[in-house]
């Protein structure tokens, strides 16, 4: 039995590149944009390869450098991954902890986000068997001292 997925993290979505104010605009355009890229290109290669999960593991985005373009985008393909059938399992790191996540948007019917509290352990069943288990547990702040694991 076999399950196939894919493991991102620090996607750092709509990160602000600093040092770049002398790069032409062009090239600038093409290095704003590449976060949304990398993002699309993992949502695209899970949809390619038919996989059964998407393990997102920590700082989609960077801090309070939220857009609600970042968002939006993160969201949809969210949903794409979602309408194929997909899981996703998402940790928030210490750059996007819980209590500073402010997207009021609703998740995708296969999005599961990781309480801050404590481990969770989730099955990922197909056809009633079960093929694997994933764990997770987010950062419920910025700076946490203790061992999450």
């Known amino acids: 039995m076999t399950f196939k997925f894919i493991h991102c993290s620090d996607l750092h979505i709509d990160s602000p590149f600093k040092g770049f104010s002398s790069v032409e605009?062009?090239?600038?355009?093409?290095?704003?944009?590449?976060?949304?890229?990398?993002?699309?290109?993992?949502?695209e290669l899970a949809l390619k390869e038919e996989v059964e999960a998407v393990l997102i593991a920590g700082d989609i985005y960077d801090g309070s450098d939220k857009s609600l373009e970042a968002q939006l985008k993160f969201r949809r393909g969210l949903q794409k991954l979602s309408d194929a059938g997909?899981?996703?399992?998402?940790?928030?790191?210490?750059?996007?902890?819980?209590?500073?996540?402010s997207a009021s948007?609703?998740?995708?019917?296969?999005?599961?986000?990781?309480?801050?509290?404590?481990?969770?352990?989730?099955?990922i069943e197909n056809n009633g068997m079960v093929k694997a288990y994933i764990h997770g547990i987010s950062y419920p702040k910025r700076e946490v001292k203790e061992n999450l694991a």
């Not at 090239?27 to 993992?42: D, G, M, P, V």
């Open 25 to 43: 605009h062009p090239l600038a355009e093409i290095l704003r944009k590449s976060t949304y890229q990398a993002f699309q290109n993992i949502v």
């Open 105 to 123: 948007l609703e998740w995708p019917e296969r999005v599961h986000v990781f309480s801050g509290d404590r481990v969770e352990c989730l099955p």
């Open 86 to 101: 997909i899981y996703t399992f998402i940790v928030h790191g210490n750059h996007d902890p819980l209590d500073s996540w």
